[in-house]
């Protein structure tokens, strides 16, 4: 266990302190906004908007009152979905957050801090294990992967960058953006494997206006 939490610290002080120059100072508290709790909603209505338009049979529906109605109904339903797939993940995180109550990085050691005063403060009040902007990002990019397949590498690709900017900017060490990453993952893909909410993510409506 001992040498694990130091290869964590040794790979935090790395990035951290070794990857430091002017570019990632300006780049990285710009990624890390995409984890943020306060945009995930957006996201999730974005999300359920595209599917439902994806899964509808013809744009001509856009143009029948009452098929348009359905559209948007199937939309609000497919967003509530996404919701209920992200509340399980905030639950179980914010959950092991509180039992294993890790401290941040900058509170138990001499790093560098790219955050503000206030936020810092703020986070200390949380622990740091698991993250909670990795498990954001990767549940994000597990559900627009489902809807845009074959384009995973994109949308992980961002999440992954999201991780590491927890890291870069010295409030997360490895391990708690792997774990938020893996939890996010795991709990999204099982979530999305069950046949009933497949089938209501994929199914396409019928031109009467059903689905």
Aim: charged residues 15%; positive net charge; contains cysteine.
């Amino acid at each position: 266990m001992n040498n694990l939490l130091q290869l964590d610290t040794s790979i935090f002080n790395w990035i951290n302190t070794g990857w430091s120059n002017p570019v990632l100072d300006f780049l990285m508290p710009l990624i890390t906004y995409l984890g943020d709790t306060k945009y995930i909603w957006i996201f999730i209505l974005l999300a359920g908007i595209i599917q439902a338009a994806r899964s509808a049979v013809s744009p001509e529906i856009l143009y029948d009152k009452q098929k348009y109605r359905i559209y948007l109904l199937r939309g609000l339903l497919l967003c509530l979905i996404f919701a209920l797939i992200y509340g399980l993940n905030a639950a179980v995180n914010a959950s092991l957050k509180s039992i294993i109550n890790r401290p941040r990085p900058f509170d138990v050691y001499d790093v560098i801090v790219r955050v503000s005063r206030h936020t810092q403060e703020q986070l200390s009040v949380n622990g740091s294990f698991p993250s909670g902007h990795a498990n954001n990002a990767f549940y994000l990019a597990a559900i627009f992967s489902f809807i845009f397949r074959g384009k995973g590498f994109i949308f992980y690709g961002l999440a992954g960058l999201v991780a590491l900017s927890r890291i870069y900017l010295g409030v997360h060490f490895p391990a708690d953006v792997l774990t938020g990453a893996v939890l996010a993952c795991g709990i999204t893909w099982i979530m999305l494997s069950f046949k009933r909410v497949r089938n209501r993510l994929t199914t396409k409506k019928t031109d009467e206006g059903g689905y």
